[in-house]
């Protein structure tokens, strides 16, 4: 099976009548440690974003552009009661509505921005793109427990990607590449991971991979972090949302575990991926990785970060080089093999959601 | 009142029928002081420029192509009679006319390229833009005598803005933004700025500015250059003509003299603004700040020359800034304030010069 | 006689219903020195091309594109049986097919890519770009025996224009800008240059241009690479063909030796110069020098090819100077002089062969 993905530069989205994003979810905006006394600029979905941590610690999202003069408002100083424009300090609240106009007596009720439904939730702050009909949302921002788990310990960090969401969405659906990619760090075999025991389910917006690789030989950074015996038995278990994919993986001493018991022991790397587009052709990654050490917290976790921010590079390497090369050829045809199962499913959701304008 | 405004990248001029700049005017093209002997490149209102200075010390302006290969004049050599083109030798004089083609004794009549009228007054160069119904310029360029007050001292620089001249004027003609971007040279309490006693007058094509603002604490700027006893009593005149604003402002110790008398002492700084579009979308910014210490006149000029370049790039920051995020959010409303009295003066002059097509 | 020339973003292309290059020809794709066990991507006539050496020193030339995901296979790795794209691992021979697919039994036929016909020749890397009658070369690629001629010793480089190779076919087919660009090497007196005798001649798709100047100073880079005695017969053999130029020019004692016999003595210089396009408006220019010195071979061959770089680096500056002006500029009418009559012939050479469509 092979399927076409509309992917701007590459096949023409307008005669499709599609949206280029898919709407009415939340998207992660930005990981809560990125916001403290600085405005944070995001363009997320076009639409450029100021971000902003009020007095009480509240965070909100406003569209990055004062009333006035058009300045992005990110230029500006944060205050306790909201977000000053630097060019003739009009004070913005956190619901976009202006409380000040320095040497005017009278603010006029127009005088207002666009303000982002914005949940922050586990370590993640979360925002609402809906479309028309949805302004507002329908559901709470997912959770993410693990964030809050004692037994984890995790930091994360956001990549700037020239190329679209969907080439980050194959990639992180499909870990077959690791043997070629990855050698260095989460890889090992590439053959193993060519052949791994792959079972893949759709169930509703959401697509899960699950693969096993018995007795293998622990790949670097499993070996830097845990003090394993000899061969391993190693998981991989995907969860691909639409805007976001939970990635856990790990292994354990041969024969320790039943693998298809989620509370195995071993080492476990458990990532969060949310993948938010900043326009059709450049996306925003914004991850996290968490890890259960036995001893030495710290220490293993920076371990465990340093190799995961090195593998994240190379992917952003091979993605980026991927995308260039799709705008350079056109839409040529692509051959699928039997790795792309997952990828391709994720695919036919998006496609079938974006079929809905905004 | 709000004013529309047709900026290039924001709102559609073409739809309008509007000639991207006013034409019939004489335009800052260079400050003498760049042009020595070596040819200065410079593309005004969208044409590319040669100036160069002859054996009599006169200064010329050509079209920057020469009219064999197409090369940049600019790339060649000034010699006494004109400039040298540097791939086969073509020599141009200053009205355009090639006068020599090595190894060739006959010289075609269409050999030439395009010459400008120029002129240059008290350290400033002028060049005539017509349309096509007045090539030739119907009056003498602006003359300024500041520089040549002997009680004065001066000196200028030239910028380049990634914005349009629109976005300069507005910032120039409203000097209440002192007290948001300038705090650390010219600014001072930023609601002492908002709040200042303002005066706007038309008349014919310019629009002037007075802003009175009494017994104030002296800026950064003005007590670094001026031995003030304590507050100050602050004025600023801006004279906007269509090509070019003076900025005069100075403060003098509080209750010492009248501020609308022109002869009144104090300090002084007599900024003048050359704003030559480079194109629709980029400006040169051409100025020049004159002041009148009474002691030290070097040393002083040295430091208001500084704080004043430090102060421009402050707005150059702002005002690329803006442009980008208006470009960015497209053509969205824009609400007025009480300072933007003589920005909207001035806006409504520009877009009533512009509706005449060149 | 002016030759009209159509370039890229500077007259429309499209409107004349031409191909942008020739096609049916043998293009200068490489130095055999570029490729070793590492592959080569390179784009030609707008194609991506991969270029890699196999187990048995055999070059092939593929798309730069892997038909599973469209990654370039110039980021993949280079095996004895052909090239493995750097994603899943798949491997493709020299003739484009994909000759294995990791963790798959089965390869699809239509896993392939495009392969080009490729010869080396000489220590020239040359590749067919034929038209859809004729994918095949109808010849094999020129010989260049000069490479082989144990009385001469040469090196080369790859450089890169922001020009169209047109450009490049008018610097090299007119000298006569010796004078004027190159006066710290090749160049001398440029009045001498521009009264040079000169000789063209037309004789199918190629064009000569002879050019004998007697009894002339020896320029900088003669003298520093051979013993004259003074004053030097010199001369210019310019033979154009339409993917590459001979450049084939020396000096001689004066009264030594007949300007015309092939086989004179004194000091040869024999340029290659191949001028592949990049693109409509990009252009691969790959040249040689060689040279016969009588003795310190090496030395002497060092001279001469440092020499040679910092003067084609000086053209590199003028022509690309040239194209940013033209583009500024638009289409407007340029003249001819005296020099031009090599270069106007290979124009209409080239724009006759370029109104096959391909």
């Not at 530069?9 to 949206?19: I, M, P, W, Y």
């Not at 278990?237 to 509370?263: M, R, Y």
């Not at 590079?313 to 091979?318: A, I, L, N, T, Y």
């Not at 090369?325 to 079938?352: C, T, Y």
């Amino acid at each position: 099976m092979s399927v076409r993905m509309h992917i701007p530069g590459v096949s023409d989205l307008t005669a499709e009548n599609k949206s280029p994003f898919v709407y009415n979810q939340w998207y992660v905006a930005a990981l809560s440690k990125e916001i403290d006394d600085q405005p944070l600029a995001r363009t997320l979905l076009n639409e450029p974003v100021v971000m902003f941590r009020d007095g009480d610690g509240e965070v909100s999202a406003l569209a990055d552009r004062c009333c006035h003069k058009a300045l992005p408002l990110s230029a500006g100083l944060v205050e306790a009661g909201g977000i000053r424009c630097g060019y003739h300090g009009l004070l913005f609240n956190g619901a976009g509505q202006c409380i000040e106009i320095p040497g005017q007596a009278i603010i006029p009720k127009r005088a207002m921005v666009k303000s982002y439904p914005l949940q922050e939730r586990d370590g993640l702050i979360w925002i609402w793109f809906g479309d028309e009909q949805t302004p507002q949302p329908t559901c709470d921002a997912p959770n993410y427990p693990v964030h809050n788990d004692p037994n984890y310990v995790w930091d994360g960090d956001v990549y700037h990607y020239q190329a679209p969401y969907q080439l980050i969405h194959d990639n992180l659906l499909d870990l077959s590449h690791l043997g070629y990619v990855h050698l260095k760090t989460i890889g090992g075999d590439a053959k193993i991971h060519m052949n791994a025991d792959m079972k893949t389910t759709t169930e509703g917006d959401s697509v899960t991979v699950v693969r096993h690789m018995p007795n293998v030989t622990p790949p670097p950074t499993y070996s830097a972090a845990f003090p394993f015996k000899g061969p391993i038995d190693r998981w991989q278990e995907i969860d691909f949302q639409v805007t976001h994919l939970k990635i856990w993986t790990g292994g354990a001493d041969v024969g320790s575990c039943d693998l298809n018991d989620p509370n195995r022991g071993g080492f476990h790397l458990k990532g969060f991926h949310g993948i938010t587009p900043e326009s059709e052709t450049t996306s925003h990654y914004l991850w996290t990785m968490a890890t259960n050490p036995a001893l030495e917290r710290e220490s293993v976790l920076q371990k465990v970060i340093d190799q995961t921010a090195f593998t994240f590079d190379e992917d952003k390497v091979v993605i980026e080089n991927q995308y260039r090369n799709m705008k350079q050829f056109g839409n040529q045809p692509m051959i699928s093999i039997h790795v792309d199962s997952g990828a391709n499913r994720a695919r036919l959701i998006m496609e079938r959601l974006r079929t809905q304008p905004a």
